[in-house]
């Protein structure tokens, strides 16, 4: 085999929520109750639109998210031996962009470098100049050529998406009519999105799109690495969060008494606590565990890994409360409810209760919770990360992107690219994260849907 | 009422002793402080005889919860249980690492803190009920669709992006005001206006758009027909009626918030380079100083059980349902 | 007299066009009193509402006019409707509880509508605020002004709103369901103030309601409304002695009373269309038991009559009036269930036996949450049912008779006294002992249905499913097919399709809904059905399919019915025995002819007095004042007392005992 599959502990739990996620929609899909308010979702053009561009995100952190360790050319004896670094298709495919790095920084579009060097050229005279950059812009003779060939390069590209995107819409077209999306402004963001991608790869093959980082590498590069990291981590905390979270709500609510008393205690203690300080506390914690056992990873990439999976878990428990709270103010409310009543009156268990009855009808709750809880979350990665106990150093993340970009930020002239990068890509994340979330509360909070009880 | 109050601190009791258990087990139990002085001497340079020192040094050469070499109440007290968490019921924190005491450390710095969190609480109130009270007068016209629109984009911007957009834009390109630092008396203002008016910006759009929510659930209401039945003009319904109703729930996330304001903001203040609380515990954070870390969970929590008791009190004087009891 | 109110052709839609209020023409005259009478979504509300421009978002005026003291209502500017809101026209609602704003005190509320139509301020407001008060009848009313709502009961609190009203001096009042939420007793006392109100002021009354004794008592001109439009106008005399249109005849078929004991009641089957779903012919047609084709084509033109009423129907049409006698005939005996119930046998031995029930709950206070006193909810209730028989439980809200059939069915845990089900004691038994003890455990034999369909079925199950429950629990029925054939014979039995069973509650409406419920509590074969208001959330024509329902399946399976409820007519039509429950006791009892026909206690006398009648005679005008006293804190001696005209020193001071009057009718009164 000339690779390794390496399943890390993230990818794992990613896994895990990506099947969970396909069940679910599998159930939801026969049960036309269920169903109802998905499709006022799917009827709302805003929340396609961002869908659409959430799913790209999905993809390249879905893509990244599948590891393994390339088989080196040499032996160890019949036996492969592999590479230590481990790698993800998504790094596979975009190799040339991971690869070609510079010597350090350089702006979006640069043939040189941000700053001056000594540089010998032909003859050997010894020049205070800015450098030719190793692979940006490389192809270009003359600097002057540069301006022209990028809008050439960028039409081009663009060009060749929108040709890929139309054929995309023009397979999809029936399957939209049929399901009852909005056709033409999804057609539009299709257009415009395979337009964007075709240009942005287009130029990146021989320029930097947004520049290169104090080590020379990529921002673009960097930026759509951090996707995942963003994804996990506004995610698999949800899959910590939620079973706790429902669970003792849910049995709070419904039980009262001392079950109840219990419950809340333990909510007010953590919830008294400042999010931050408990979180920082927590991770202060995990980083003494780590540091003084080296020996539990085989690797770098293990580590920082297993960092992130504990900052989900902190995040998780740390999280659950306000969720919680809801949810036990919804059972109290439904507990008083006639049908629980009817249901006690059989003797049904308490157990039976909970699960057919009340679960069912808190579900809208949680699921607003978490399509809510999804956006801060991202944000609040980079907030972590600026304070020091946000995922390993090592771990690209729009956070020690941020965090890097910073210190460079009393520099003249200003490095503003990679800044600019990770705020932007985070800020198109967060946006279509919230717009579809709005569309799923709207759909689906029963308070809202006022206008169809009229009369 | 009264009775109600010292049930209400009663309850606190067990809450702060769970706080403080919790802390507890997070730094001297999950590791022992063997741990922590290993990581921070740096796990090349440990020797035995470092560790027992940096120990010493800090207090944390004791037993964790019983000291049997110690005899009567000692077996108790001199353990680093009794020592490090239970002192800090009385608001004794300890010394820090480099030695100062953090109880004097707190005091000095809350000044610091709440000049920029008071201002920054107070006029972002008016203006996020302000603005929401606007969208909520022009609803379901192309400006309140405007507003809520700029709300999502506003709060889908990270909180880092206001303040070095802010620094760059304010104090870099146009030299309003300096780009950080803090001073008392007359100079304060132009060292606050910056930090208060991001504060401000950054919470507009999550803020906004929730009282909307809460004054449009409100207007739906029955007593808001009789309201408007009785010939009183939108604007009247709308400040006579709504704002009052809608005050209740607000409240229970305003006033909650009230005493933390005294531990600062953590970003502002270390970004602009304040000396108050939140840049004390950023500062904390960073260099790993447990102590202070740990003293500022507790502070933490005491002052946001204090603001559950605050929110109580204000219920009664806005709702004339509530009575406490 | 002139006309005050003239509305013409009003159109009320939603924005995409479904009409809400279709084309309604009436007039209101000075001093009259003008009925709109209607089922729940019929657009009487929002008509009124149409008039005052206060239609809800989503909902717009799309034609019409409408002259309100010569001044044409939607050629005003906003500003300028203003000034007649509150003004020469004020209205008040349905829920006085939600009507009131909290948080202002009521004083600062009327004085608000003062400021705007008086120009009264300050003092001179505070003043007038009290007159207003104590003219609406609220005592101490001084005092009061700086009181806030939640202070005030709920017949209180429809005072105050009166008062609001009353404010601005309006020549025309709008009242919406004005005595839907409250109790009869206090019913009679509104309706009566507003009586007064009218006489002392001159105003008109415009009143939306859909019961029709409250329009026999207070109405001159009566609108029918059904679907939208005006389907019969008459004036009330005309209408109560010769209905014309089949939906109004219908209706006052409908209605149970003891004169129909015997006998199935004329339910109007299915139930009123959404608006906007019926586009051609007359919509009544589909539950009408007169139409022909004719009704399903053509959408029948209003028609005047000659005495100055109106009618939209087919058969008083141009042309049609030969057609008429024959059609009225057939269509008559149509509707009308074949059949007359057989007078069940009496059967001594008693299925339910309930001697001293107590439910009280504890009010803590304090820094440690010490008990400090008991709500009396239920304070000491003996009854018994035998099988086969309907015992109703009657009384006002608040009196302890939900929480009572609770406690027997053991959803409440009761404080003392026994609860036996055929022999079998049910107290102190622990959930899983009412389950476990087989196909005949106390658990299955006595079951609940409940009030609200819309609350009583989890909408994330399926009907089959919501059937299947009860019997999983309580291992009824080997195996899934013979379930399945059980869930076959119980839809039967309610008469819904089969087909029901493999959709969801939403897809229903109220009276379906109500029939799965009674479905749910058949399938576990009980003995006894606790029925807690089963139809007072239903339409007069859906509540009588119910009632027809419960008759029948008592006929058919010999069931037991502790039937509780507070509307009397039900009672007189479907119970056999009766308990008047005051205050978590029962202040008298006995078989349904006794109680209702000669009551002896007070409060029975005083209730039955309050209840509208639509025959609009045997009213006697025995007024209760005051509200319900709170069962945590019971006036001492017997409960009753301080509302009570008979009251004597002895009251006050002892609880009476219970006292037979009769073999069967007892009572609790010290002058019984």
Redesign the interface.
Known sequence: MSFMPIILWSDALVFLLLASGIATAWYVRRREHLLLPWRRVAQNATAMVSLLVLSLFLLVGLLDTLHYRAALPETNGGETVYSPEVLSVFDKLVEPLRLQTEKTYSAPFALTLYAKESISDAQGNVLHDYPRLRYGGAHLADVAQRNGDVVKRALTGALGGLLAGLLIALGSRRWLVQHGLPLRPMLIATLLLAALIGATAHLAAAYHVLGTDKVGQDVLYLSLKSIRTGLIIGTVTTLVMLPLALFLGVAAGYFRGWVDDVIQ??Y???????S???I???V??M???I??H?HWFDNSAARADLRLVFLCLILGVTSWTGLCRLLRGETLKLRELEYIQAAQSFGVSSLRILTRHIMPNVMHIILIALVMDF?ALV?AE??LS????GVDPSMIS?GTM?NAA?LE?GREP?VWWA?TAA?GF??VL??AA??FA?AVRDAFDP?LN?TEAVA | ML?YL??RI?YAV??LI??NL??FT??FV??TPD??A??QIG?KRVTPEAIEKWKLQRGYDKPLLVNSAASGAGKLTDTIFWQKSASMFAFDFGYSDDGRSIGREIVTRMGPSLAIALPTFFIGLVAYVSFALLMTLF??TALDIAGVALC??L???????YI?GG??LVSKLWHLVPISGYAGGADSFKFMALPILIGVVGGIGSSSRWYRTIFL?EI????V?????????EL?VLF??VL??AM?PILTGVVVVIP?LF?GS??TESFFGIPGLGSY??DA??A?D?SV??A??FL??AL??AGLILTDISYTM????VRL? | MSALLEVNNLITQLRNGTRIVDDISFGIRTGETFALLGESGCGKSMTALSL?R?L??GVVHAGGTAQLDGVELFGLREREM??????TA??I?Q?PG????????VGQQIA??LA??QDLRGAAAQQRCAELLAQVGIPDAARRVVE?P?QFSGGMKQRV?IA?ALA?QPRLLIADEPTTALDVTIQAQVLQLLRDTQDATGMSLLLITHDLGVVAEMAHQVGVMYAGQIIEQASRTQLFAKPLHPYTQQLFAALPDAGRRGEPLAAIPGSVPPPGSITRGCRFAPRCGKAWELCGEQTPEWTMLEDGGGVRCHLYGEGRRGKREGEIQKGSEAKIESGVYPSPLSLPSSLLEVSDLKVHFPIR???LQRVVGQVKAVDGVSLAIPQGRTLALVGESGCGKTTLGKALLQLIPPTAGSVQLAGRELTGLAARELRTRGFRAPGAAMQMVFQDPYASLNPKMRVAEILEEGMAALNIGSGSVARQTLIDTLLDQVGLARSAKWRYPHEFSGGQRQRIAIARALAVSPQLLICDEPTSALDVSVQAQILNLLKSLQQELNLSYLFITHNLAVVEYIAHEVCVMYLGRIVERGKTEEVLRAPRHPYTQALLSAVPRIDGKGRGRIRLDGDLPSPANPPPGCHFAPRCGLASARCHEASPEERNVAATHSVRCHHA
Request: no cysteine; charged share 15%; proline share 4%.
């Open positions: 205690y333990l007010t203690v953590l919830s008294s606590i400042p931050v300080l408990l920082a506390a927590a202060l914690m980083q003494v565990t540091d003084t080296p956006s944000l980079a907030v600026y304070v020091g106990v729009f941020i910073r930020m200003m800044l705020f985070m800020l967060v946006l919230n717009l709005d308070r006022r | 009775a010292l049930r009663l067990p809450i769970g706080v919790l802390t997070l730094f999950v590791n741990d922590m290993r990581m796990i609803r379901a999502v984009l709060m889908s911007v990270s909180g880092l992006f070095i620094q760059f659930e739906g209401k029955d007593y027909r009789t309201a408007r039945a009785k010939g009183l003009s009247a006579r009626h009052k109703n209740i933390l531990m953590l970003l515990t950023i954070i960073n790993q447990f870390v740990r500022m969970v933490g929590s946001y059980i806005v709702d004339p349902r009891s | 005052l206060l809800p978002d203003r000034g007649v809101r509150g003004g004020a209205m609602f829920e939600l009507s009131l704003n909290p948080v202002l005190t608000e509508a705007l139509h806030y939640f709103m609001m601005g206070k304090g820094i």
